[in-house]
Antibody, heavy 120, light 108 residues
Framework: EVQLVQSGAEVKKPGESLKISCKGS????????IAWVRQMPGKGLEWMGI????????RYSPSFRGQVTISVDKSISTAYLQWSSLKASDTAIYFC?????????????WGQGTLVTVSS | EIVLTQSPGTLSLSPGERATLSCRTS???????LAWYQQKPGRAPRLLIY???SRATGIPDRFGGSGSGTDFTLIISRLEPEDFAVYYC??????????FGPGTKVDI
């Protein structure tokens, strides 16, 4: 069974750093792109970026480039999303999602989401 | 950047009724690039339709997708109580690579 399991909820202060994770199992982790999607409170889905675990090829949405870093450790089948200096506006649920296959244009499996709360 | 518009914003219906949800793109897109997701409160999105009209694994046949060019439609033929949720369309483009629409809420 394909599973993406995300790290737990975080409460941080503005200016702090954070790295959240997404661990894949039940499939060949290096064969499918992993994306990160933001959902701010009461709002819709925003695509942030995507990484191919096989070679760490990474693409960012222009809205998020320079604001976050997406990385992967394929030895432990885990993708990461990190911030160097959080802002209150980063408060949101962050989902990881698996792209169907290398040439698919959809996400067939999703993590359960990680709630990040940034507050002083 | 391709912009997605979904209508209506909210659809108020009863169980057993038919729901018709629209997704319009600001530029023509290949139907291969259009997908639909369902999201219930506190849950992750779930893939319903890919390639504009292909149902994902395990999706009941009351869900159907159609469309081409700039106009795409998700139809739920007979609403079940568990279908009341928010529905998002998503397209694959150039920059950003993927974009989601703002969503349509289907409620009672």
């Amino acid at each position: 069974e394909v599973q993406l399991v995300q790290s737990g909820a975080e409460v941080k202060k503005p200016g702090e750093s954070l790295k959240i994770s997404c661990k894949g199992s039940g499939y060949s982790f290096t064969s499918n792109w992993i994306a990160w999607v933001r959902q701010m409170p009461g709002k819709g889905l925003e695509w942030m970026g995507i990484i191919y675990p096989g070679d760490s090829d990474t693409r960012y949405s222009p809205s998020f480039r320079g604001q976050v870093t997406i990385s992967v450790d394929k030895s432990i089948s885990t993708a990461y999303l990190q911030w160097s200096s959080l802002k209150a506006s980063d408060t949101a649920i962050y989902f990881c999602a698996r792209r169907g296959n290398r040439s698919a244009y959809f996400y067939d499996h999703w993590g359960q989401g990680t709630l990040v709360t940034v507050s002083s | 950047e391709i912009v997605l518009t979904q209508s209506p914003g909210t659809l108020s219906l009863s169980p057993g009724e038919r729901a018709t949800l629209s997704c319009r793109t600001s530029q023509s897109v290949s139907s291969s690039y259009l997908a639909w997701y369902q999201q219930k409160p506190g849950r992750a999105p779930r893939l319903l339709i890919y390639g504009a009209s292909s149902r994902a694994t395990g999706i009941p046949d009351r869900f159907g997708g159609s469309g081409s060019g700039t106009d795409f439609t998700l139809i739920i033929s007979r609403l079940e109580p568990e279908d009341f949720a928010v529905y998002y369309c998503q397209q694959y483009g150039s920059s950003p690579l993927f974009t989601f629409g703002p969503g349509t809420k289907v409620d009672i």
